[in-house]
């Protein structure tokens, strides 16, 4: 009986090779890309509400506000009545290009607030990093009763905090008896417009501005822009600073726990002083918080509101352009020109807050 032949061995290709590794690489493909699709599904799902919300009442009226701004609506009626005209750019030439009261209450306030900033930002950042370094102190003893202590004017009304130092800076207050004390006559601190530096200049003899500071910007002149903060604005400047170096100093402190005690000890080791390890290891491993109290004490000082508020209505020395939009918005019924300045304010921040990034460029993720 003859021999059955053997089949031929069956060569089964090797995945990736052939069609049989294309056709399993797509229905891999598929079902990952249905698993993805799934999952950003839900993922949608999730957030929408929470977008739903934002876009209702935050996107939509910042877009009201911003079609308000190129019209005169007064509020009394819909902004989109037939009686609401539509003035195009007006709000903001009344503000910027034409001359008026309108521009030179837009550039007081402007210059109140920017040298509000330009003292405001500096104390606070400095007072907050002293205050993280002193708490930060191992050796000391009841560190978290001072932290408690050094926190709790952030977290105290700020109605309270500024209603006590409106009795502290009256014309007979105690800082004025204090003054007295030691023979000084002190202003009538919240409603003295004067500016600090001129103040100092007439005491030095100089009363006659330059003729070439007589130039106006904004519907003030140049020499009232150098004119330095009024009276009320220092006021709020030592406000401001004690109140919110309580929280910049959670954020240093916090900085200050996540370095490495063996890069102190190292330092000291090395023989540098208290002085030196602080300046040469300390402040620069605090760059990136640094970087963020600047920053946020930047963008919250521009929006100075309540505090100016509580020292009242047609304080001249203490104006800046959030409680100028309200005034002229709520007081004046010109809600159109009070929306032109908010959003002013808005392309300013934004600006400086670019500039300023470009100077201080630093990673806050690290």
């Keep these: 009986m003859a021999a059955r032949p053997m089949p031929e061995p069956r060569v089964v290709p090797a995945p990736g090779t052939t069609n049989h590794g294309r056709r399993l690489r797509l229905r891999r493909s598929r079902r ?8 950003n599904l839900h993922g949608w799902l999730f957030v929408t509400p929470a977008l739903a919300i934002l876009l209702l009442f935050l996107v939509v009226p910042i877009v009201l506000a911003l079609y ?11 902004p989109f009545a037939g009686t609401v005209q539509r003035v195009g750019f007006s709000n903001y030439a009344a503000l910027l290009t034409e001359p008026g009261l309108d521009q030179q209450l837009f550039g007081t306030s402007l210059r109140d607030n920017l040298y509000f900033v330009l003292f405001t930002v500096p104390l606070q ?37 500024t209603t006590v130092f409106i009795f502290l800076f009256q014309s007979s207050g105690a800082v004025n ?8 006559k002190g202003p009538n601190w919240l409603y003295d417009s004067r500016g600090i530096f001129t103040v100092i200049l007439a005491n030095l003899g100089i009363h006659t501005p330059p003729a070439w500071s007589n130039h ?73 918080a640094l970087v963020l109290v600047v920053t946020l004490g930047f963008i919250g000082t521009w929006q100075l509101f309540d505090q100016v508020t509580l020292v009242g209505p047609y304080n001249q020395s203490t104006y800046t352009p959030a409680y100028l939009s309200y005034y002229v918005s709520f007081q004046d019924n010109a809600f159109g020109q009070g929306a032109a ?26």
């Design 125 to 161: 950042t400095a007072l907050a990093l002293w205050l993280a370094v002193i708490v930060n102190n191992r050796f000391l003893k009841g560190r978290g009763l001072f932290r408690l202590a050094f926190y709790f004017p952030s977290v105290t009304s700020s109605i309270a905090i």
């Design 32 to 39: 990952r890309g249905s698993s993805t699709a799934g999952q």
């Design 68 to 78: 308000v701004s190129f019209t005169n609506w007064s509020g009394v009626t819909s």
């Design 341 to 366: 300045i908010a959003f002013l304010l808005f392309t300013l921040i934004v600006i400086l807050t670019v500039v300023q990034r470009r100077f201080v460029k630093e990673d806050l993720t690290r």
């Design 216 to 288: 106006l910007f904004l519907g003030i002149s140049l020499w009232q822009w150098l004119a330095g903060p009024s009276f009320g604005m220092c006021v709020l400047i030592i406000l401001l600073t004690w109140t919110t170096s309580g929280t910049f100093m959670l954020l240093f402190l916090a900085a200050l726990q996540g370095i490495s005690a063996e890069v102190e000890e190292a330092s000291e080791i090395d023989g540098a002083s208290p002085w030196q390890r602080f300046r040469r290891v300390t402040l620069p491993m605090l760059r990136p």
């Design 177 to 184: 008896q204090i003054l007295g004390l030691v023979g000084v």
